[in-house]
C-alpha cells in the first residue's frame, strides 16, 4: 500500500472513531438533560425521553461559550492536539472566544509531510509563514523562504511591542517577546539585494533544460547531443551565452561537418533550440546562469547557537519573469534531490522550504514542470526536507501536489463571484467531517484566524480547529533596505559569490575558433587575389614582349642593321634611358616599359618617314 493510500485509510478509521465519541458524547449529554428535566418537571419525562439529535446538540452547544462547538467537540480537540514531541505553537482555538487552555500545535516532525497556508489576500498568510519560520529556526530546523513581495524581510529584525499586540497575545496564552531570527539574503544572479546565486548550463543539464524549455522528446535528445559535442570538444557551458554559441556554430559553415557527426541532430531541430533558448534568455533567465555557482548546501546550515539560518530569496518582479523563478526551484529541487541521503522519517526536518505566492509557480506552467514538483513533494521528504505552499486558494496548487499535503492552514476566502464561491465550496468538500459549517467559518474569519488540521505523530489528521494564531515574534514590516544591504555587505559569502566570474568558455573558445577561421580564408583569399594579379601583370608583359619583338623583325626585314642601331640611341637618349637593359636612371621598370613600346613604335614608323 502506498504512503497516500495508507494516510487515506488512516483518516478514515480516525473520521470513523471521531464520529463514534462524538455519538457517544451526545448521547451521554442527551441522558443527562433528560435525567435533570425529569427531577425538575416529572411531566416533561417523555418529551426528554424523545428529544431528536439535533435539538439535543443544539443545548450542548449552547452552553459552550456560545460558540459552534460542543464541549465534547472541544475536549476532542484539545485531545487532538496534545503532541508527546517537539512541537511548533501555532494559536489557540476559538469557540466563540479564543481558549487559551486548548492551544493548537504542529508535531516538527510531521513537516517534511509539506503544507500549505491559504487565503485571500490580507488575511494574515505571509504572517503564518513568519511565525512558521521563526519557531523552525529556534528549533534549529534551516529555512528558505521565497520573498515574492518583500514582506518576510522583517524576521530579521526584532518586532515592536504595543497595548494590542499585547492584549491579543495574552488573550491566547502567548508570552510575547521580540526576537529576531538569523538571516541570510540571497537574489537570483544579483537581481536585488542579496548574496547572488547562479547556476551553470552543464550542472543545469540537458535533461532538466528540456522540460524548462518545453522540448518533445526529439529535441530533448537533440539537446543531449549538443551537450555531449561540447563536452567531447572541451567547450565548458556555464551561461546560456555559451550553449547558444555551440548550437549556432554547429549550424555554420564552419560546423556544419561537425553537425553531421552528431546522428541524431538535424539543423532544423538545433534551430528550434536556438529559438527556444533566445526565447528563454530573453525571459530573464539569463541571470541565473554564470558562475561562481552556489554550493546549496548552504541553504542547511545553523548559527554558533544552533539556531536555522533563514534563507531569504529575493525575486523582485517575478511577474514578468516566471521562467526565472520555475528554473531555479527545478534546479535546487534536482541538487537537493541529488546531494542529499535518505534518512527516512526523522525528529525534525533537515530544511524546510515555504514559497510564497505559490500561484505563479503554478500558472501557465508546463507538464514537465508540475510532475517535477509533484514528483518533488512526493520524494524529498525522504531526504529530510519539507515544502510549504502559500498561496490564495487550494486550487491554485494542482490537485497531484494537494495530495500529498500534510498539514493545512486555511485563512479566510472570500465568495463575492460565481468563481470564489466554486472555490469556497471545493475548499470546504476536502476537509473532514467537523462541528463547523466551514461555508459559513471560512467567509467569517478574522485577519490572523485560520482553519487548521495537521497530521499528528501517527500521520493521521487532527481534528478541524478554528485558530486565533500566534504573533510573529519579528518585526511585521519589512527591515530597511539600508540595513538589508549592510546585512548582504557584511556576510562572509559575498567574497565567495558576491562577483561574478566570466572565465573562457564555450562562446570565447568558438569566437577564438572561427576567428582564425575567418583570418585564414582571409589569407588565402588575399594569395589568391595576389596570384590573379601577377598572372595578369605576366600576361599583360608577355603580350608587350612579343609586339616588340614582331614590330623588330619587321624593321630588320627593310633596314640595315646600322640604321636600326642610330635610330634606336638617338630614341633611347630623348626618352631618358642610357642603359636598355636596367631601364635607366630616370624611369621605373613600367616607365621603362611603356617608352620600350614608344620606342618601337617610331622605330616601326622610321620607313614610313623615310629616315
Given at each position: 500500500?502506498?504512503?497516500?493510500?495508507?494516510?487515506?485509510?488512516?483518516?478514515?478509521?480516525?473520521?470513523?472513531?471521531?464520529?463514534?465519541?462524538?455519538?457517544?458524547?451526545?448521547?451521554?449529554?442527551?441522558?443527562?438533560q433528560?435525567?435533570?428535566?425529569?427531577?425538575?418537571?416529572?411531566?416533561?419525562?417523555?418529551?426528554?425521553?424523545?428529544?431528536?439529535?439535533?435539538?439535543?446538540?443544539?443545548?450542548?452547544?449552547?452552553?459552550?461559550?456560545?460558540?459552534?462547538?460542543?464541549?465534547?467537540?472541544?475536549?476532542?480537540?484539545?485531545?487532538?492536539?496534545?503532541?508527546?514531541?517537539?512541537?511548533?505553537?501555532?494559536?489557540?482555538?476559538?469557540?466563540?472566544?479564543?481558549?487559551?487552555?486548548?492551544?493548537?500545535?504542529?508535531?516538527?516532525?510531521?513537516l517534511?509531510?509539506?503544507?500549505?497556508?491559504?487565503?485571500?489576500?490580507?488575511?494574515?498568510?505571509?504572517?503564518?509563514?513568519?511565525?512558521?519560520?521563526?519557531?523552525?529556526?529556534?528549533?534549529?530546523?534551516?529555512?528558505?523562504?521565497?520573498?515574492?513581495?518583500?514582506?518576510?524581510?522583517?524576521?530579521?529584525?526584532?518586532?515592536?511591542?504595543?497595548?494590542?499586540?499585547?492584549?491579543?497575545?495574552?488573550?491566547?496564552?502567548?508570552?510575547?517577546?521580540?526576537?529576531?531570527?538569523?538571516?541570510?539574503?540571497?537574489?537570483?544572479?544579483?537581481?536585488?539585494?542579496?548574496?547572488?546565486?547562479?547556476?551553470?548550463?552543464?550542472?543545469?543539464?540537458?535533461?532538466?533544460?528540456?522540460?524548462?524549455?518545453?522540448?518533445?522528446?526529439?529535441?530533448?535528445?537533440?539537446?543531449?547531443?549538443?551537450?555531449?559535442?561540447?563536452d567531447?570538444?572541451?567547450?565548458?557551458?556555464?551561461?546560456l551565452?555559451?550553449?547558444?554559441?555551440?548550437?549556432?556554430?554547429?549550424?555554420?559553415?564552419?560546423?556544419?561537418?561537425?553537425?553531421?557527426?552528431?546522428?541524431?541532430?538535424?539543423?532544423?531541430?538545433?534551430?528550434?533550440?536556438?529559438?527556444?533558448?533566445?526565447?528563454?534568455?530573453?525571459?530573464?533567465a539569463?541571470?541565473?546562469?554564470?558562475?561562481?555557482?552556489?554550493?546549496?548546501?548552504?541553504?542547511?546550515?545553523?548559527?554558533?547557537?544552533?539556531?536555522?539560518?533563514?534563507?531569504?530569496?529575493?525575486?523582485?518582479?517575478?511577474?514578468?519573469?516566471?521562467?526565472?523563478?520555475?528554473?531555479?526551484?527545478?534546479?535546487?529541487?534536482?541538487?537537493?534531490?541529488n546531494?542529499?541521503?535518505?534518512?527516512?522519517?526523522?525528529?525534525?526536518?533537515?530544511?524546510?522550504?515555504?514559497?510564497?505566492?505559490?500561484?505563479?509557480?503554478?500558472?501557465d506552467?508546463?507538464?514537465?514542470?508540475?510532475?517535477?514538483?509533484?514528483?518533488?513533494?512526493?520524494l524529498?521528504?525522504?531526504?529530510?526536507?519539507?515544502?510549504?505552499?502559500v498561496?490564495?486558494?487550494?486550487?491554485?496548487?494542482?490537485?497531484?501536489?494537494?495530495?500529498?499535503?500534510?498539514?493545512?492552514?486555511?485563512?479566510?476566502?472570500?465568495?463575492?463571484?460565481?468563481?470564489?464561491?466554486?472555490?469556497?465550496?471545493?475548499?470546504?468538500?476536502?476537509?473532514?467531517?467537523?462541528?463547523?459549517?466551514?461555508?459559513?467559518?471560512?467567509?467569517?474569519?478574522?485577519?490572523?484566524?485560520?482553519?487548521?488540521?495537521?497530521?499528528?505523530?501517527?500521520?493521521?489528521?487532527?481534528?478541524?480547529?478554528?485558530?486565533?494564531?500566534?504573533?510573529?515574534?519579528?518585526?511585521?514590516?519589512?527591515?530597511?533596505?539600508?540595513?538589508m544591504?549592510?546585512?548582504?555587505?557584511?556576510?562572509?559569502?559575498?567574497?565567495?559569490?558576491?562577483?561574478?566570474?566570466?572565465?573562457?568558455?564555450?562562446?570565447?573558445?568558438?569566437?577564438?575558433?572561427?576567428?582564425?577561421?575567418?583570418?585564414?580564408?582571409?589569407?588565402?583569399?588575399?594569395?589568391?587575389?595576389?596570384?590573379?594579379?601577377?598572372?595578369?601583370?605576366?600576361?599583360?608583359?608577355?603580350k608587350?614582349?612579343a609586339?616588340?619583338?614582331?614590330?623588330?623583325?619587321?624593321?630588320?626585314?627593310?633596314?640595315?642593321?646600322?640604321?636600326?642601331?642610330?635610330?634606336?640611341?638617338?630614341?633611347?637618349?630623348?626618352?631618358?634611358?642610357?642603359?636598355?637593359?636596367?631601364?635607366?636612371?630616370?624611369?621605373?621598370?613600367?616607365?621603362?616599359?611603356?617608352?620600350?613600346?614608344?620606342?618601337?613604335?617610331?622605330?616601326i614608323?622610321?620607313?614610313?618617314?623615310?629616315?
Amino acid at each position: 500500500m502506498t504512503d497516500a493510500a495508507a494516510q487515506v485509510e488512516a483518516a478514515k478509521k480516525a473520521l470513523a472513531e471521531a464520529q463514534a465519541a462524538l455519538a457517544a458524547a451526545e448521547a451521554a449529554s442527551a441522558e443527562t438533560q433528560a435525567a435533570e428535566a425529569a427531577q425538575a418537571k416529572p411531566t416533561d419525562e417523555p418529551k426528554a425521553a424523545t428529544m431528536k439529535p439535533a435539538a439535543t446538540k443544539a443545548a450542548a452547544k449552547s452552553s459552550s461559550a456560545d460558540g459552534p462547538l460542543t464541549e465534547a467537540e472541544v475536549a476532542a480537540i484539545r485531545d487532538g492536539y496534545a503532541f508527546e514531541g517537539e512541537v511548533l505553537e501555532m494559536g489557540a482555538l476559538v469557540n466563540g472566544d479564543a481558549l487559551a487552555d486548548v492551544p493548537v500545535r504542529i508535531p516538527i516532525a510531521m513537516l517534511n509531510r509539506h503544507g500549505l497556508v491559504a487565503g485571500a489576500t490580507g488575511t494574515g498568510k505571509t504572517k503564518t509563514l513568519q511565525v512558521l519560520a521563526e519557531q523552525l529556526s529556534t528549533a534549529g530546523v534551516p529555512v528558505f523562504a521565497a520573498d515574492i513581495k518583500g514582506d518576510l524581510s522583517g524576521i530579521a529584525t526584532a518586532g515592536t511591542s504595543s497595548e494590542k499586540l499585547l492584549e491579543r497575545t495574552d488573550s491566547i496564552g502567548q508570552d510575547w517577546q521580540p526576537a529576531a531570527s538569523p538571516t541570510e539574503y540571497f537574489t537570483l544572479g544579483g537581481m536585488g539585494t542579496g548574496v547572488p546565486i547562479r547556476a551553470t548550463v552543464s550542472s543545469f543539464g540537458p535533461l532538466l533544460l528540456s522540460k524548462v524549455l518545453g522540448l518533445n522528446d526529439t529535441q530533448e535528445s537533440s539537446l543531449g547531443l549538443i551537450f555531449h559535442y561540447a563536452d567531447k570538444a572541451g567547450l565548458p557551458l556555464v551561461d546560456l551565452s555559451d550553449l547558444r554559441a555551440v548550437v549556432q556554430y554547429l549550424l555554420s559553415e564552419d560546423g556544419k561537418a561537425e553537425l553531421k557527426t552528431l546522428g541524431g541532430l538535424s539543423s532544423a531541430t538545433a534551430g528550434v533550440i536556438l529559438r527556444e533558448l533566445i526565447g528563454f534568455a530573453n525571459e530573464g533567465a539569463d541571470a541565473f546562469f554564470g558562475e561562481p555557482e552556489i554550493d546549496t548546501s548552504l541553504f542547511l546550515r545553523t548559527n554558533a547557537e544552533g539556531k536555522g539560518i533563514v534563507s531569504l530569496l529575493e525575486i523582485p518582479g517575478v511577474n514578468d519573469k516566471p521562467a526565472l523563478f520555475s528554473t531555479f526551484l527545478m534546479w535546487l529541487r534536482a541538487d537537493l534531490f541529488n546531494d542529499l541521503p535518505e534518512v527516512g522519517d526523522i525528529d525534525k526536518p533537515k530544511l524546510v522550504f515555504f514559497f510564497d505566492e505559490a500561484h505563479l509557480l503554478f500558472n501557465d506552467a508546463s507538464k514537465d514542470f508540475i510532475a517535477s514538483i509533484t514528483q518533488t513533494v512526493r520524494l524529498i521528504r525522504s531526504k529530510g526536507v519539507g515544502v510549504v505552499f502559500v498561496t490564495q486558494t487550494p486550487k491554485d496548487v494542482p490537485s497531484d501536489v494537494l495530495a500529498q499535503i500534510g498539514s493545512r492552514f486555511q485563512h479566510q476566502l472570500r465568495a463575492h463571484t460565481p468563481d470564489s464561491a466554486k472555490a469556497l465550496k471545493a475548499t470546504v468538500s476536502t476537509y473532514p467531517t467537523s462541528g463547523y459549517d466551514l461555508g459559513e467559518v471560512l467567509t467569517s474569519l478574522a485577519t490572523g484566524e485560520a482553519i487548521i488540521t495537521v497530521m499528528n505523530e501517527k500521520g493521521v489528521p487532527t481534528p478541524v480547529a478554528w485558530t486565533r494564531l500566534r504573533a510573529p515574534r519579528g518585526s511585521m514590516s519589512p527591515t530597511d533596505a539600508a540595513v538589508m544591504s549592510a546585512a548582504v555587505a557584511a556576510s562572509p559569502l559575498m567574497a565567495t559569490y558576491g562577483t561574478a566570474v566570466d572565465r573562457e568558455s564555450a562562446r570565447e573558445i568558438l569566437a577564438v575558433k572561427m576567428n582564425a577561421a575567418a583570418e585564414a580564408d582571409a589569407a588565402v583569399e588575399a594569395a589568391e587575389e595576389a596570384e590573379i594579379s601577377a598572372q595578369a601583370t605576366a600576361q599583360e608583359q608577355a603580350k608587350v614582349q612579343a609586339e616588340y619583338e614582331r614590330a623588330l623583325k619587321d624593321v630588320k626585314a627593310h633596314h640595315n642593321a646600322n640604321v636600326y642601331t642610330q635610330a634606336t640611341e638617338r630614341f633611347r637618349r630623348r626618352l631618358g634611358f642610357t642603359n636598355w637593359t636596367d631601364g635607366g636612371s630616370r624611369g621605373s621598370a613600367r616607365d621603362f616599359l611603356n617608352a620600350q613600346a614608344a620606342l618601337d613604335k617610331a622605330i616601326i614608323r622610321m620607313p614610313l618617314r623615310g629616315d
